[in-house]
């Protein structure tokens, strides 16, 4: 495992380099909640609470769930993968005892450990003016829950990515498959609205696909809108169903993908 730790040194050092872009872009996200505050406050007017839910409740429900974005989230690695499959880089990989899963998953684990630290910055910024509006469970039993499930997210999160670059070794362009899954994941992962808002069948369905547990069932668990123990328990099985599942596609997509592989040149 050595070799990964030094993959994830390599990461951080490359991420940090980066560092104000992640910065600035973490002030900016703050705009987006400007505008969930100023859209569901309308909302809300006259209304003591929308699916069972206080505005205090949905405003902190979407600022988790854009920290969870930062610590979680797949930005680019499923590019950066598909760049190394048609460039060629990923010959090296083939000629050494280095698992190109574990190595990835090593760099992505730094860049999100970096983006999370640095989203705290304009978090920092805006709790102090936000505190009147936010409320968050009192349960403690939650955050060793949400912290499983933030862990698992994060594999599924990874995983999707990985599998959408390994769709290279069969299309030389793979921006069409990504920007359909995301804007699935931005529906179906509850990063618009609050997915239990959803009629009942609509979202007993989206409790079984793995997009509902990339970001909201986490972020349900921290901000309560998951309350019964059993039901998160329910939930992280079905959490991990999908993260052996989606392990097992990767494993697949890479084994098929080498037989169709072709590396000229040294």
Known sequence: MN???????????????????????GFFSMFHLTVVFILWGAAYTGNHS??????????????????????????NEDYQISEEIRNGLINQFLLKPINYFLYRFSIFIAARLVTGLLILIPLAITIPLLRDYLTLPTEMWRIPLGLVAMAQSALIQFSIAYCFGMLTFWF????????????????????MFPLDLLP?????????????????????IFTGRISASGAIAQGLVIQLFWVVTLLTVNQVLWTRGLRRHTAVGG
């Not at 921006?175 to 994941?185: D, H, K, N, R, Y």
């Open 3 to 25: 070799k990964y730790f030094h993959a994830f040194l390599l990461g951080l050092q490359s991420n940090l380099v980066y560092r104000w872009n992640f910065a600035v872009r």
């Open 50 to 75: 929308i699916g069972g839910f206080s505005f205090a409740q949905t405003l902190t429900y979407f600022l988790v769930m854009l920290v969870m974005q930062f610590f979680v989230g797949a930005f």
């Open 172 to 191: 030389l362009e793979i921006q069409g498959f990504v920007i359909l899954s995301m804007a699935v994941e931005s529906i179906l992962g509850g990063q």
């Open 200 to 220: 009942a069948g609509v979202f007993r369905v989206a409790q079984f696909l793995p997009f509902y547990y990339q970001t909201y069932f986490p972020v349900a």
